[in-house]
């Protein structure tokens, strides 16, 4: 098969509207939400079955050996850029199989904070917050609260496939390199946030190399910080696994279509490095 761009492929249909305060789903994530409900060739599970969080699991498999990779998007549901990034990713991946190995997406990890446009799931009174907080969760709990529940079901399916590569995509406030060092409020964005491992350091020097010399824009590179926070996904793959771990952060200090294409150049940039593409 002819290799096509990843990312040209999934930016060159790129439509967004916003209303009011609340976001609104692009069309494209309509029109694709729609064809994978109705199509029958993709292998999916539904996590948390029967329950209001239930989300499902697309797998894109070579039938060829390799390392599998899982992709997270809507863990937070007020970060659109990671689940558009997502959707998108299953739309390519269903056109353009990996060459080798396999690849899985859950493209809204949190669903109902997806639909609710918010950072997480509402827990009973007196319970902490962050329990509703997906990222917070991990390694999670098979009988715990729903996100909880979600983690564990996650991290079992990593387990399962044996991952190598664990990827979860967000967005944050301001960049990083922009924010005061002193200032209470730190930035994240347009950071790859990674476990301190030597699967996940080969992988950050090249993505950094990708995308840094491309852009002109100096507040639209990208840096890089060790550690991702405790009971993330991308800690607890990189502390449980041992393997290659990252939160990809970008900032909305850009656009949509902007933060969307940072995804997608960082995923891509994997992919070619683990001949995939």
């Given at each position: 098969?002819?290799?096509?761009?990843?990312?040209?492929?999934?930016?060159?249909?790129?439509?967004?509207?916003?209303?009011?305060?609340?976001?609104?789903?692009?069309?494209?994530?309509?029109?694709?939400?729609?064809?994978?409900?109705?199509?029958?060739?993709?292998?999916?599970?539904?996590?948390?079955?029967?329950?209001?969080?239930?989300?499902?699991?697309?797998?894109?498999?070579?039938?060829?050996?390799?390392?599998?990779?899982?992709?997270?998007?809507?863990?937070h549901g007020?970060?659109?850029?990671?689940?558009?990034?997502?959707?998108?990713?299953?739309?390519?991946?269903?056109?353009?199989?990996?060459?080798?190995?396999?690849?899985?997406?859950?493209?809204e990890a949190?669903?109902?904070?997806?639909?609710?446009?918010?950072?997480?799931?509402?827990?009973?009174?007196?319970?902490?917050?962050?329990?509703?907080?997906?990222?917070?969760?991990?390694?999670?709990?098979?009988?715990?609260?729903?996100?909880?529940?979600?983690?564990?079901?996650?991290?079992?399916?990593?387990?399962?496939?044996?991952?190598?590569?664990?990827?979860?995509?967000?967005?944050?406030?301001?960049?990083?390199?922009?924010?005061?060092?002193?200032?209470?409020?730190?930035?994240?964005?347009?950071?790859?946030?990674?476990?301190?491992?030597?699967?996940?350091?080969?992988?950050?020097?090249?993505?950094?190399?990708?995308?840094n010399a491309?852009?002109?824009?100096?507040?639209?590179?990208?840096?890089?910080?060790?550690?991702?926070?405790?009971?993330?996904?991308?800690?607890?793959?990189?502390?449980?696994?041992?393997?290659?771990?990252?939160?990809?952060?970008?900032?909305?200090?850009?656009?949509?279509?902007?933060?969307?294409?940072?995804?997608?150049?960082?995923?891509?940039?994997?992919?070619?490095?683990?001949?995939?593409?």
């Amino acid at each position: 098969m002819k290799k096509s761009s990843l990312l040209v492929f999934c930016i060159a249909s790129l439509i967004y509207h916003c209303t009011g305060i609340k976001y609104q789903p692009t069309l494209k994530i309509q029109q694709i939400r729609q064809k994978f409900s109705e199509i029958g060739d993709v292998e999916h599970r539904m996590l948390l079955e029967d329950t209001t969080y239930q989300t499902q699991a697309y797998f894109f498999d070579s039938q060829k050996p390799g390392p599998a990779i899982l992709i997270l998007g809507g863990t937070h549901g007020d970060e659109p850029a990671g689940y558009e990034s997502a959707f998108r990713l299953l739309e390519y991946f269903h056109q353009n199989p990996p060459n080798k190995a396999k690849i899985i997406i859950i493209p809204e990890a949190n669903r109902l904070a997806v639909e609710n446009f918010n950072r997480r799931v509402p827990v009973p009174k007196g319970v902490d917050k962050e329990k509703g907080n997906l990222n917070r969760c991990y390694p999670g709990k098979e009988d715990g609260f729903p996100m909880q529940q979600m983690a564990y079901q996650i991290q079992k399916l990593a387990i399962e496939n044996n991952v190598q590569t664990f990827i979860d995509l967000h967005e944050a406030r301001r960049p990083h390199l922009d924010t005061d060092p002193e200032g209470e409020t730190k930035g994240l964005g347009q950071t790859i946030i990674y476990y301190p491992n030597e699967a996940s350091t080969i992988l950050v020097i090249n993505m950094l190399d990708g995308m840094n010399a491309s852009l002109q824009d100096p507040s639209a590179k990208f840096s890089s910080l060790e550690r991702p926070i405790k009971n993330s996904a991308a800690w607890w793959a990189g502390e449980t696994l041992g393997i290659a771990a990252f939160t990809f952060e970008t900032s909305r200090s850009f656009s949509l279509d902007q933060r969307i294409e940072f995804h997608l150049k960082l995923v891509e940039i994997v992919l070619e490095s683990m001949e995939m593409l």
